[in-house]
């Protein structure tokens, strides 16, 4: 059976400020789908989803400074993307 580096999960340092500012406003912030996976493998992760029980008018008031899309996936839950603008 193979071991996971679980010490060396490195969660990158924006996705961790995401979730720290969901934190101090009350919301909760996973990292989920592919980039726990790629995580737990030990290979690098190229793109980070995260889960919170904010709701998307809850989420512009936190980062105003960003775009968001919403789309609904697989399980016909509101899902939203949220990006940096530049």
Same mark, same amino acid.
């Given at each position: 059976m193979r071991e996971?580096?679980?010490?060396?999960l490195?969660? =990158?340092?924006?996705?961790?400020? !995401?979730?720290?500012?969901? $934190?101090?406003?009350?919301?909760l912030?996973?990292?989920?789908?592919g980039?726990?996976?790629d995580?737990?493998?030990?290979?690098?992760?190229?793109d980070w989803?995260l889960?919170?029980? =904010?709701?998307?008018?809850?989420? !512009?008031?936190i980062?105003? $400074?960003v775009?968001?899309?919403?789309?609904?996936?697989?399980?016909?839950?509101?899902s939203?993307?949220?990006?940096?603008?530049?």
């Amino acid at each position: 059976m193979r071991e996971y580096p679980y010490k060396a999960l490195s969660v =990158a340092s924006d996705v961790r400020e !995401i979730i720290n500012t969901l $934190k101090k406003n009350g919301f909760l912030g996973y990292v989920v789908g592919g980039a726990v996976r790629d995580l737990l493998l030990g290979i690098p992760v190229s793109d980070w989803d995260l889960a919170t029980d =904010a709701t998307p008018g809850q989420l !512009i008031k936190i980062f105003p $400074k960003v775009t968001m899309r919403a789309s609904v996936d697989w399980s016909d839950r509101a899902s939203h993307e949220i990006s940096r603008r530049i």
